[in-house]
């Protein structure tokens, strides 16, 4: 907020200042805030313009004035199996195992390239977010299809070739030129126009993990607890799962995509190495 209202006057704020605001956060390049990320900078507004009005530095409150969609009504795009498998196949070598876990496990952007091999237990199956790496800032434990072992097993065996060439080995899972990935807005952006796909951003890959995983038939408590989404009510069901209920939620995905997906992660990876060599 400070950026966008820190050089006005309290007194000059106004309902469409409030409304800019909002699309300039529903519209920022790369990284655009959702509906309810920006509704709680809304409230937090104000708030702080509430107190101002309670120390006599306000007469009536702009953001008030501006009403609040339901982040209910956002946009629920989705892919459809070919356009995932388009969409694999036309992304760069380092994008590929960032999709992939955003569409297997449904995990942001931000705990995907944020995630480090200390958290990764690959004997286990299991990816461990702390309470630090998530928005909703609640630990959760993720655990891996079969697919994105496998993709992880090979980054790791990588890792570990690169860890006897070289003394500067980068502690994050997902890496470009040895070094951590922070964006990948642009070659995101190059594999949905070679796959010919349009409306589409990454966060959506969330909406398809959490499809994915409806329609494998995994029960609504555990999906949620895999892909992070919860409210206070359902949390406290989400204790109640244990983690042979995770594995098995894995497990009735990767069933799932090998049935309905044209080609396995396996199949596609020996074609594209194959390539590669002629």
């Not at 309810?36 to 953001?63: F, Y």
């Not at 244990?242 to 990767?254: G, I, M, P, S, Y």
Request: proline content about 4%; aromatic content about 6%; overall charge positive.
């Amino acid at each position: 907020m400070v950026p966008f209202f820190g050089g006005k006057i309290l007194s000059e704020i106004r309902p469409q200042d409030v409304e800019a605001f909002r699309g300039q956060r529903r519209k920022k390049n790369g990284n655009p805030a959702s509906v309810q990320t920006v509704n709680h900078d809304h409230i937090a507004l104000k708030h702080c313009l509430n107190v101002a009005i309670r120390r006599g530095l306000l007469q009536s409150n702009p953001a008030s004035k501006v009403p609040m969609p339901n982040p209910e009504n956002e946009r629920d795009r989705v892919l459809s199996d070919e356009e995932w498998s388009k969409l694999y196949q036309a992304a760069k070598p380092h994008l590929r195992p960032v999709l992939l876990t955003a569409y297997q496990l449904g995990q942001r952007f931000s705990e995907i390239v944020g995630l480090t091999w200390d958290r990764v237990d690959i004997k286990r199956g299991f990816i461990t977010l702390r309470s630090l790496d998530t928005k909703t800032k609640t630990a959760r434990q993720v655990p891996m299809t079969p697919d994105v072992k496998m993709t992880l097993q090979r980054l790791a065996k990588v890792r570990t070739l690169t860890t006897a060439t070289t003394e500067a080995v980068s502690r994050h899972v997902f890496t470009y030129e040895g070094k951590p990935l922070q964006r990948v807005s642009r070659s995101f952006k190059t594999a949905l126009k070679d796959a010919g796909i349009s409306d589409f951003r990454f966060h959506d890959l969330r909406h398809c993990a959490s499809t994915n995983l409806r329609r494998a038939g995994v029960d609504t408590a555990t999906a949620m607890k895999i892909v992070g989404h919860k409210s206070e009510k359902m949390w406290k069901r989400y204790n109640a799962i244990e983690e042979r209920d995770l594995t098995q939620a894995a497990q009735k995905v990767h069933k799932y995509l090998q049935e309905n997906t044209r080609g396995t992660l396996a199949e596609n990876i020996a074609t594209y190495s194959a390539n590669k060599r002629t």
